[in-house]
């Protein structure tokens, strides 16, 4: 009976510290960021980062518990066909966790996730993977080195016209 006990206590231990760990609030969010980004500026509900010399933009919102981080990478004007279709075949073989995605005339490398249940680990592998999807688009369109089998040949480009900055998000 001593033993159920202690087993019992054990595992309510260990259930409450694994519910706390995965707590993520914007606070814990912005010092994350900060303490990987070359520069930070906040504004409410987003961030806007430089990452490895790419401009990053982290949104959130508390209240829905979601939470994005982003990149541009090319203005839809400039963007080839062929690099839209290798986009969509990278959205399910090499992108993983990121995706390509079109918004505001712009093709970015998305990370979306509930915000609350992200731990630091995640949060630090999402800017990996969306800088990695940024600067790969165009050649290799991944996200790590990770790769699904299955049909992952794509058309390279020449070097693209990369979006180097973007203004303030409103």
Same mark, same amino acid.
């Given at each position: 009976?001593?033993?159920?006990?202690? @087993?019992?206590?054990? *595992?309510? @231990?260990? *259930?409450?510290?694994?519910?706390?760990?995965?707590?993520?609030?914007?606070?814990?969010?912005?010092?994350?960021?900060?303490?990987? +980004?070359?520069?930070?500026?906040?504004?409410? #509900?987003?961030?806007?980062?430089? /990452?490895?010399?790419? !401009?990053?933009?982290?949104?959130?919102?508390? #209240?829905?518990?979601?939470?994005?981080?982003?990149?541009?990478?090319?203005?839809?004007?400039?963007?080839?066909?062929?690099?839209?279709?290798?986009?969509?075949?990278?959205?399910? =073989?090499?992108?993983?966790?990121?995706?390509?995605?079109?918004?505001?005339?712009?093709?970015?490398?998305? *990370?979306? =996730?509930?915000?609350?249940?992200?731990?630091? =680990?995640?949060?630090?592998?999402?800017?990996?993977?969306? /800088?990695?999807? +940024?600067?790969?688009?165009?050649?290799?369109?991944?996200?790590? #080195?990770?790769? *699904? !089998?299955? #049909?992952?040949?794509?058309?390279?480009? !020449?070097?693209?016209?990369?979006?180097?900055?973007?203004?303030?998000?409103?």
């Amino acid at each position: 009976m001593k033993n159920m006990r202690y @087993l019992c206590l054990l *595992f309510s @231990l260990t *259930f409450l510290t694994a519910i706390q760990s995965q707590d993520m609030s914007s606070e814990k969010l912005t010092d994350l960021i900060t303490k990987v +980004s070359d520069t930070i500026i906040t504004s409410g #509900n987003s961030i806007q980062f430089s /990452y490895k010399q790419r !401009p990053l933009y982290c949104i959130y919102d508390e #209240n829905a518990n979601r939470m994005r981080i982003i990149s541009p990478i090319i203005e839809t004007k400039d963007l080839e066909e062929e690099q839209l279709l290798n986009a969509l075949v990278a959205n399910f =073989h090499s992108a993983l966790d990121v995706k390509y995605a079109l918004s505001d005339e712009v093709m970015w490398s998305v *990370f979306i =996730h509930p915000l609350k249940e992200l731990q630091d =680990h995640q949060v630090l592998d999402a800017i990996d993977q969306v /800088y990695a999807a +940024s600067i790969t688009f165009g050649s290799s369109y991944s996200s790590t #080195n990770l790769v *699904f !089998p299955g #049909n992952t040949k794509k058309k390279e480009y !020449p070097k693209l016209k990369r979006i180097e900055k973007i203004e303030k998000l409103d």
